[in-house]
């Protein structure tokens, strides 16, 4: 899973890389934000109808085969990512992003399942923290590594890192089948063991008794020996009457298996509207909880995937003051190609502008430079722009990061890295507390009341960003405790708000209407930056807001359900363990 969670995250991660790698033209430039967006929305359109078809593949198939399935299905579809940045087709990397969303929802299905199975009645709860700590832990190496590899060798180079990582993957799925065959052919040589171990036994107690039968014979009489007969007859009477128990037990477990797979074979013929007869059965509760899912999430997960190049805009590489111009305004600026006395920033009254580590260094306003020389490494062979924009500024070119921009490039490299550091602090969070959280759920309850404040931190922690300059790391991990607490009430809430016989329906239907939210919300955030001129602060944070308040409201009138029903979120769960 950390592979899967890696390179799903890495457009997130390679922000401002692929902006500047995939800039070909205006047209395109204007586009990002949309095509970038659309990373995320074509993955998850695809999940609106697979969570309920992916339990049925597992279920025919073994979890293991169909981990399999699923994984290869990621590798695919990062392949193609990974080849559709390699020749700068926004299409190929589409349609890249689709295969992966076949796969990377159902593997969690997969996987989820395989770790029911290896840890039933035994520290269930704290393996599955454990798989989602270690998934996260893939969104976070991803956060650090990625910007680091396009930044000191290429764009590409970062994402086909991504496949290797979805290999080892698929590898580790392999050896999973393998252990499991193992198991099961273990399993069943235990079962032989056990059966002969039986049969060995009454051998030997009819052997010993009649040892002892011959020994004592000589020196008795007839009753004696009418004595010993009668006991041996008692004793071969118990030891059939054992045998007889033994076959009685292993042929009512063999009808109890005949009944179980006649009942799984009938519920895979069950008609295919019974899902929707199942969902329109569904309580107001579980709906008001899938609509809570939809916004809460909906202000992370969109966020996650726009948060390095929001952090860049709003911390890390902020905007020079539009009172500075350059000494030299049609020359470059640092490198090579710049001027040997320098080309200073200045403003009006002719001070010199700040330098600051978090500060965009001015660029020229014009460039007119073609090249001499075929073996210089530049991907072009001349560079005219009239007007300059940082749109126009490829770092991963050797023009702008050697020869005529290094200091804007060098400042963009750091700041790239930091944002991407800063931007894991909620799945550190949750990577670290998930195996707590849960634990400390099933102990107190108040899984509504959980449901309706998660949403109110993430107001205050929206509007800090939007309104504020502060620093990013507070509000950050006020992000990440939302996250944690709401995810560890809203998935054990689902089946208390439905029939026993409709959980998986009811996971499918909730998944199915998160997946609706994450692909409509990215293409609203990618309208609203736009309208707002390319810039996500503050009107992208008013939309998280927007969704936060949503979600507080859901969860106030979900609180006021439970009530009506008994409060069966906010008590503590009794479960009854029959041994």
Known sequence: MTGVYYSFDIPAALHQQLKDYMAKNSSDDDNYAVKFNLLYSVYSIPNIILPFIGGTIVDKLTAHHSAMIFVSLTLIGQILFAI?????????????????????????????????????????????????????????????????????????????????????????????????????KQCSEDCVSQQNGIESLTAALLEDYEGDQNTHMGGSDLNLGDGLHSQEADIQSTLEGMNQRTNNHQTEQGQQE???????????????????????????????????????????????????????ERNYFISPPSSCTLAFPDQCTSGSLAPTEGNPSKDKKGNVCPVRDNLQPVLPQSINIASTENENGWDHDSYEFDHLTTDNVDCGDKFWNTDCTKDYCDAQRRATETSGRIMSIPYILSAILSPFFGHIVDKVGFRALIACLAPVLLIFVHLSLALTDSSPVIPLLGQGLAYTFYAAVIWPSVPLTVDEGSTGTAFGAITAVQNFGLALFPLLIAAIFTASGNAYIPN???????????????????????RRNGYILNKVERRIVSV
């Open 84 to 184: 559709g940045a390699q020749i700068k087709s926004w299409n190929v990397m589409l349609l890249g992003r689709v295969f992966y969303g076949f796969g990377g929802e159902s593997i969690t299905v997969a996987t989820s399942t395989l770790t029911s199975i290896w840890f039933q009645g035994k520290e269930l709860a704290l393996a599955f923290g454990i798989n989602l700590a270690v998934s996260r832990m893939g969104s976070v190496l991803n956060n650090w590594i990625s910007p680091s590899i396009a930044n000191s060798v290429s764009t590409p180079f970062a994402i086909w890192f991504g496949v290797g990582m979805n290999f080892v993957s698929v590898m580790s799925i392999c050896i999973i089948i393998h252990l499991t065959a193992i198991g099961e």
């Open 258 to 312: 005949e009944e179980i797979l006649v009942e799984l074979e009938a519920e895979s013929r069950i008609n295919p509207f019974q899902c929707i007869h199942d969902i329109k059965s569904f309580s107001i509760m579980f709906w008001i909880l899938s609509l809570s899912c939809v916004f809460v999430y909906g202000s992370i997960l969109p966020f996650n995937n726009i948060a390095s190049g929001l952090l860049l």
């Open 540 to 562: 992208v944070e008013f939309f998280f807001v927007g969704c936060a308040i949503v979600g507080t409201f859901l969860g106030f009138f979900l609180n006021v359900c439970d």
